[in-house]
């Protein structure tokens, strides 16, 4: 068979290609490890500092709050205003606390004592969550001031309402449990596309793409014959980022393998098409490589919900993420991971990305078709 004989050319040429096999395996582990251990969204060991102007016991015990939370890792004691702007200009501390000189007097007076959170607010995300965890300690301890002093007094501790909180499906809030599953969605939106890319382009610049347009070679059997080959190795490739990703960060699985792989090889076939697409377009190797990162990585960092949320973004930008098929898979690897949800859950970003994969193999075909004539 023609397409047979065009899947076996194409296989001996990647083996002999010991670049492109390299780039298609060794890439995405070394980007998943620089990405898992390198994005992370928790907020731990704040570097914090502290400006006592009471140094009185009160006041240590408030700062032993900080420190016994976990959070935060007390790095400079502070002596003067002017050491605060300092601390935080050079980058030392993310948060100091300012504790007043009468912060005791005012306790023991059973009067309302002020502390002061400075926060370096340069990375906002952060500083909010920062701000959060030193607000909710100072709220606790002096929940437990006011308790210890009514009993001191004999007195019931006044009614309060307690939260009592449950999270779902990332009960320990690790952000790499996030993070991963999401990756699987951008690393294999970046290197198949590429490879499928520089391998029809390089017949461009060489003259052999010539001798099929001559050919009786049919251009749906001559795109089919680039993509079955590329989509092997991009689905094996893919097995592998899932099986480092999952065993070696520790990665919760919840949902159906199955369910998982049939979704990863719809997106294979839908990445190695994207990348036909491109090479349809263009003449040169290195236009190839500039514009399937252009296409391809960088939208799926932006608009894939892999960072961003997309229902924090501008309407507009919301429609706009449909446009990539990063989008669909992102949802389906979370969702099976962390929720463990099943396909009733989940058909429609499939159908998305099937019909997203038709389209633009039947485009890629239409675009060679028109060479040929």
């Not at 002096?142 to 990332?170: C, D, F, I, K």
């Not at 706009?320 to 991971?337: E, G, M, Q, V």
Request: glycine share 6%.
């Amino acid at each position: 068979m023609i397409l047979a004989a065009l899947v076996r050319k194409e296989l001996i040429e990647i083996r002999r290609d010991r670049v492109t096999l390299a780039t298609a395996v060794v890439l995405p582990l070394l980007l998943l490890f620089i990405f898992g251990y390198g994005i992370t969204l928790d907020v731990k060991d704040v570097r914090f500092a502290v400006l006592d102007r009471d140094r009185s016991q009160a006041s240590a015990r408030l700062v032993d709050a900080f420190t016994a939370s976990g959070y935060f890792e007390r790095v400079r004691d502070l002596a003067a205003q002017a050491d605060v702007d300092r601390v935080l200009d050079h980058g030392a501390a993310t948060l100091v606390l300012v504790v007043p000189p009468d912060f005791s007097d005012r306790l023991a007076a059973g009067r309302t004592a002020d502390v002061q959170l400075l926060v370096d607010g340069t990375f906002s995300a952060t500083a909010l969550i920062v701000l959060n965890y030193a607000r909710t300690i100072v709220n606790r301890h002096s929940m437990a001031l006011a308790g210890a002093a009514a009993r001191a007094q004999g007195l019931t501790v006044p009614p309060h309402v307690e939260v009592a909180a449950r999270v779902w499906y990332n009960a320990p809030m690790r952000s790499v449990n996030y993070i991963v599953p999401g990756l699987f969605a951008v690393l294999l939106m970046a290197f198949p596309p590429l490879l499928t890319a520089l391998a029809i382009v390089r017949e461009k610049e060489r003259g052999t793409i010539e001798q099929v347009f001559v050919s009786p070679v049919s251009p749906a059997v001559f795109i089919l014959g680039k993509i079955l080959p590329y989509a092997g190795i991009a689905f094996v490739e893919m097995l592998v980022v899932l099986a480092v990703g999952t065993f070696w960060f520790d990665i919760p699985f919840r949902g159906s393998l199955p369910l998982l792989l049939a979704a990863s090889l719809v997106y294979v076939f839908v990445t190695v098409g994207i990348g036909v697409f491109v090479s349809t377009l263009l003449r040169t190797q290195v236009a190839a490589v500039f514009l399937s990162l252009v296409v391809t990585m960088m939208p799926s960092f932006l608009f894939s919900g892999f960072l961003f949320p997309i229902a924090t973004m501008p309407y507009v930008l919301q429609l706009y993420t449909y446009a990539f098929p990063a989008r669909y898979f992102n949802d389906i690897s979370r969702d099976l991971y962390l929720k463990g949800v099943g396909i009733e859950y989940l058909w429609w970003n499939a159908a998305l990305l099937a019909a997203y994969g038709a389209v633009i193999v039947l485009v890629a075909t239409w675009r060679f078709r028109k060479k040929v004539a």
